[in-house]
């Protein structure tokens, strides 16, 4: 018999108690009714003696490296008989049955070109061997091009065959699914994705990332480390984490979603420049990160956004989003309220803001090195805190970081502080946003006098950008939308609170919950704590 958690609860109603064998002493060895695990027999040598693997999160975490990493652990206990091994395999199968959460079967796709090549080993080596252990069965697709496994969510797959999807490669990889999914889910409720302010149907499937990319941001701040063998058993447990996504238009015309990164000016030419440099692997991001810095190009144009509610904090307020975050959960709340309420604020009469049904917009004006706008905190192994240590998950916001013109040495400064402690907000040419949807015109731009003419914040906002700057010619950036290069640089952004949902906890608050342990206490009682 083999388990591979066993999560025992105090106060809960036991299920079943015996003396077992446990490393050559008799221990009582009792079964909650709270009991997370994942089984099956295992032939064993010995008749009168049954094994129980425990999965736990390692022990050492108090290594950094092993920091929110998850591990397999076995214990094995030695039954008196058959009869007492197959009435604890029978009992902890039947509660196993019961825990719906867990998938049963799993639709993954794996880019084998992520970062170093190594997703199809990875996912081979250390992930089918847990699937299979934890009898989910698999429906495995090696993708052959790019957005193969897009175009496949989108339109062949019977989404109701599967408890979940995977996807084995970097951001661009879980990109590509969430493109997929978001999509098809649109598409089979009617829904018109190009439609800026049109509310979106969440995604009834969620979706798994085993990390094999370069960056890997999305699977390392969901769930604090970027460890395949840690998603893989976030996946078996069937956890659930929400997620923000934002939509991002063009003149009333969808582009495309995007769950990190949004970046514009020093960001997009990174990218920009490392996609002529693929060859180099994950690297090509740091040798394009120097040459970009060492370029120091600014970009002229105007931003107009749109604040969050006061109750969903603020970007420098060192509340960090963790599991079960109450930030988050206000800002589900607030998107019920706001619903059927859309004005929140009244108006204020200033020449810098604009009002519209929903709240007042605040307009930006200037020379920038970045604009970027985190959805989460982007936290990665390159910047352990993220380019918005304070940004939160599923809270229906996204933190908008403008970085004015300034010297290159400020400029490192501020970088360098994304990979220490030092608050990169901290700096006078730096500025940060809480809000819901923001809009970017490039100067110059003929294409803004167009966007979303309904809209009488919009019109407003176009005219001053239009009239503003009439003979500058700087040129343009583009945008880095997690990974992928914008063809526009007019956009509008709105934030959808909780689109998705993914196979994981949300990064856990210090290390007591972190592992489970288990103790032998005096009296040859073993008990469990978590
Ligand atoms: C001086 C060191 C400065 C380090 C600054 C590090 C900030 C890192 C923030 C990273 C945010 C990442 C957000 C995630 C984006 C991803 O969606 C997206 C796609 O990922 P994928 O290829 O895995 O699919 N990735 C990216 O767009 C890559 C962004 C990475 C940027 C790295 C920039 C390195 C900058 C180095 C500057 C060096 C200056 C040195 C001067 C002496
Ligand atoms: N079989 C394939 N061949 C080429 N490109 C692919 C393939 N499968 C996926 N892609 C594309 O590769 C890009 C990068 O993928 P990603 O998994 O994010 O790796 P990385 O983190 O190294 O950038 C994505 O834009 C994705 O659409
Ligand atoms: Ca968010």
Redesign the pocket.
Known sequence: MLISEFFIMVNQPTLLSSQLFYENRVVEVTLNRVMLGLWKEIETRRKRSASFNCISKDVSYTERTKHHCWRCKDIIFHCLDKAQRQQWVQTINNQLSLLSIRPKRLLVYINPYS?KQRGKWIYEQRVAPLFSRASISTDVIVTESANHARDHLKTEVDLKQCDGVVCVG???MFSEVVHGLVSRTQSDSRVDQNQPNQDLVPCALRIGIIPA?????ICYSTTGTNDPVTSALHIIMGDSQPMDVCSVHHNNTFLRYSV??L?YGF?GD??TDSERKRWMGPSR??FS??KT?LTHQYYEGTVAFLPAKDNLGNPRDKIKCRTRCHICEQGANNGQLLSGDHVYKMAEENSDEETSGDGVWRVIRGKFLAINAACMS?A?P??PR??SPYAHLADGTTDLILVRKASRLDF?RH??R??NKDDQFDMSFVEVHRVRRFRFAPKHSNVISEVDLSETSGKKICNQVCTAHPNNDTGHSNW?C??EILPHADIQVSVHCQLIRLFARGVERGTTFDTYTWSVIEGSNLSWQA
């Open positions: 970062g970097g951001d661009g990319g370069s960056t890997d941001c990190s990164l970046g960001y990174v990218l991001y740091d990160g120097l810095f982007c990665c390159r910047s993220g380019l490192l970088l360098i994304h990979t880095n997690d990974g």
